[in-house]
T-cell receptor, first 114, second 111 residues
Framework: DTEVTQTPKHLVMGMTNKKSLKCEQHMGHRAMYWYKQKAKKPPELMFVYSYEKLSINESVPSRFSPECPNSSLLNLHLHALQPEDSALYLC?????????????FGPGTRLTVT | SQQGEEDPQALSIQEGENATMNCSYKTSINNLQWYRQNSGRGLVHLILIRSNEREKHSGRLRVTLDTSKKSSSLLITASRAADTASYFCATDAATGNQFYFGTGTSLTVIP
């Protein structure tokens, strides 16, 4: 299985809502990533988990809270988001924990904050 | 800040023609990767080239890396309509543990 799955595909939430994005991989990868991508822009790295521990947080606002319950699962908890947080949220995983490994991406969750 | 700038921003070619896109970056790197993204979907890894390599091939793809000029190019030969996508370079910075995607090139292949 060489797939990274993400749920939900689409999410609409109000600024006072709490929601979570979910990402799953069963390739035995030890690193997992969250990216944010605005329309017609490149993906921007948000968080990196290495062996289930948060290793990199690219100065992301605290309204985004990542969680890695086990080596196959990655969640992104959302709370009190702003309309400018509307974007495609991409999850990825890689065999190794350095950036010298190809990353496998999920299809993304398209988030709209109203 | 973004590490890579890609050129051109958009490229439109006829099926069968070759497509070349370029990536320039600012700081020394360990490696450079190229990814493809179909409209609004996840990215697909194409090729990784290490800083001590100058050229790599994979099927119809040819990637070059010139570390002295801090630039890389991706050549797609004999393009197909299915190659229509956005193409991004991504750099692993040699210092600072940083990973950035370039600005991307939008390629349209006309059947």
């Amino acid at each position: 299985d060489t797939e990274v799955t993400q749920t939900p595909k689409h999410l609409v939430m109000g600024m006072t809502n709490k929601k979570s994005l979910k990402c799953e991989q069963h390739m035995g990868h030890r690193a997992m990533y969250w990216y944010k991508q605005k329309a017609k822009k490149p993906p921007e790295l948000m968080f990196v988990y290495s062996y289930e521990k948060l290793s990199i947080n690219e100065s992301v606002p605290s309204r985004f809270s990542p969680e890695c319950p086990n080596s196959s699962l990655l969640n992104l908890h959302l709370h009190a988001l702003q309309p400018e947080d509307s974007a495609l949220y991409l999850c990825a995983s890689s065999t190794g924990t350095a950036y010298s490994y190809e990353q496998y991406f999920g299809p993304g969750t398209r988030l709209t904050v109203t | 800040s973004q590490q890579g700038e890609e050129d051109p921003q958009a490229l439109s070619i006829q099926e069968g023609e070759n497509a070349t896109m370029n990536c320039s970056y600012k700081t020394s790197i360990n490696n450079l990767q190229w990814y493809r993204q179909n409209s609004g979907r996840g990215l697909v890894h194409l090729i990784l080239i290490r800083s001590n390599e100058r050229e790599k091939h994979s099927g119809r793809l040819r990637v070059t890396l010139d570390t002295s000029k801090k630039s890389s190019s991706l050549l797609i030969t004999a393009s197909r309509a299915a190659d229509t996508a956005s193409y991004f370079c991504a750099t692993d910075a040699a210092t600072g543990n940083q990973f950035y995607f370039g600005t991307g090139t939008s390629l349209t292949v006309i059947p």
